[in-house]
């Protein structure tokens, strides 16, 4: 085959299959070899489509080591050859990307054809699974230059989705901030210009705000507009970390502008810290992301929320033909009180995470006390870190040894110390002293081993309560989803006959 037809990741991988054949002192180079390069990295092209497709990745790694462990062993040897079966496995390969319209092989190709045509690699899905999985991954585009690899769910790759986060029970309640959302969905539904940008001073609850809306979509409570719409959180880092070359991170931006305008009807990006779209990536004359964003954003064709604090959103306005097609929605400080129904709002969230009961009165002081003595920090972030600072402390001191067993241990040591020193000496007075001693250390000991009964006692049952507080956190994650997919079956089993039982033990 000729080596110039494969994609650079593609060729990688070949190369990647030599050096792990050279490590392990084989011969021959073998589908196993290149197998295990293909999965090696779990965000690679080939492991996503294997993920895709339902294989467990771990499991497959596993397989394929016992594989190679069987394969001989040459200590020495210079060259490295292909085996009888690779041939094939390249000549398969560049049939399926004929057949597919493609111009080059492409790393998952050559998992494919692997699949295909080798023995032995049984732990891998099915071939069909894994060419449902390419052409779902692929969403229909060909692999047209070297690096095509890039473009295919590029905003899997450099994105997180929100929705799905929601979905799983991995973002808190939001509380409140009615206005801020009907404004931004109100915003959202415009024909053109419709990307809102919230703005508030760091530690209002911008990016909560958004995580808020993430919930509104998959409860179905936001207008028809809206509905089974994915709200994807754009990593400007990820974006920008590892593009060496000139061009590379425009690549990578236009990859994500293109996935997210062919699914405009489903996708809605979010932008934290918005303003460092502003020169980002434009270094030498080249474009910067806010000018690749312009022309898809005043069309309607991309659909994006911004948060920014109000000191860098003139970095925005600097550039006034981008800051015209954002609509922004300036976020205030919550009051006290507001601070505590947001807090009434998550903590159940913390309790399970710290295992500890967060009472009324200490949200109540927590808002209050922020309020008044952390001046240079805003509600209710201050208000949040001071319940999660307090809650982590009684964590530790309920997970580490308790004082009192901690100062009889050094009382014990200190004795033993004396022990040892009068062990040494032959006269009345230590003999005495020693006995006394002796007497002490069995006090100390027995004091010490019915204290650290009590306190294991006592951990048990909180690790127990802790235990059951993330089931019954789990259970309700389980009845929202059911309610949401209308599988009112399930939802009435975990409701009416698995919850009251989680909460009567």
Do not use: C
């Not at 006269?427 to 009964?453: F, H, M, Q, V």
């Amino acid at each position: 085959m000729n080596m110039d037809k494969l994609t650079d990741n593609a060729l990688q991988m070949v190369a990647s299959a030599q050096q792990i054949a050279k490590t392990r002192n084989n011969q021959t180079v073998t589908p196993y070899h290149l197998a295990a390069s293909l999965i090696a990295d779990p965000d690679g092209p080939a492991a996503r489509v294997v993920a895709r497709a339902g294989g467990n990745l771990a499991q497959i790694q596993a397989a394929l080591d016992a594989a190679l462990n069987k394969e001989p062993k040459v200590s020495g040897a210079e060259e490295l050859y292909m085996s009888q079966d690779m041939p094939k496995v390249f000549e398969e390969a560049e049939n399926l990307a004929k057949a597919w319209g493609d111009s080059f092989v492409a790393a998952d190709t050559l998992l494919l054809a692997l699949v295909k045509k080798s023995k032995g690699l049984n732990s891998f899905p099915s071939a069909e699974a894994l060419e449902a999985a390419i052409q779902e991954i692929r969403g229909g585009k060909k692999v047209d230059s070297k690096s095509a690899e890039s473009s295919f769910e590029a905003l899997s790759k450099f994105g997180i989705d929100l929705t799905e986060m929601a979905k799983k029970g991995k973002i808190d309640p939001i509380i409140g901030r009615e206005e801020e959302i009907r404004r931004a969905i109100q915003i959202l539904l415009r024909r053109t210009k419709n990307n809102p940008v919230f703005v508030g001073e760091a530690g209002v609850g911008k990016t909560a705000i958004v995580e808020g809306m993430a919930l509104r979509i998959i409860n179905n409570d936001v207008p028809e507009g809206l509905r089974k719409k994915r709200l994807i959180q754009l990593d400007m880092g990820s974006l920008l970390a590892g593009a060496k070359y000139r061009g590379e991170f425009e690549e990578r931006l236009k990859n994500v502008i293109d996935e997210a305008k062919e699914n405009q009807d489903e996708i809605i990006l979010f932008i934290d810290e918005i303003h460092t779209i502003v020169g980002a990536g434009g270094t030498g004359g080249s474009v910067d992301a806010g000018n690749m964003l312009k022309p898809a954003l005043a069309r309607g064709e991309l659909r994006l929320i911004g948060a920014t604090t109000l000191d860098e959103y003139r970095e925005l306005e600097k550039d006034p033909a981008l800051e015209r097609r954002f609509q922004a929605i300036f976020v205030d400080e919550p009051s006290v009180e507001e601070t505590v129904s947001i807090l009434r709002g998550i903590k159940e969230k913390y309790e399970v995470h710290h295992g500890v009961r967060i009472s009324d009165p200490a949200i109540i002081a927590a808002a209050k006390l922020s309020d008044r003595y952390i001046t240079d920090r805003n509600l209710p972030d201050k208000a949040i870190d001071v319940i999660d600072e307090s809650a982590s402390r009684i964590r530790v001191q309920l997970n580490s040894i308790p004082e009192e067993i901690d100062d009889l241990m050094r009382r014990k040591l200190q004795i033993e110390i004396e022990r040892e020193a009068l062990k040494l000496e032959d006269d009345y007075e230590s003999e005495l002293r020693l006995e006394a001693i002796k007497e002490e250390l069995r006090e100390i000991e027995d004091k010490i081993n019915l204290t650290k009964s009590e306190w294991e006692a006592e951990r048990k049952i909180l690790d127990e309560l802790r235990e059951k507080q993330a089931k019954l956190d789990s259970v309700k994650t389980e009845i929202e989803a059911a309610e949401r997919e209308y599988n009112l079956e399930k939802a009435a089993e975990l409701k009416y006959s698995v919850l009251p039982e989680l909460e009567k033990s």
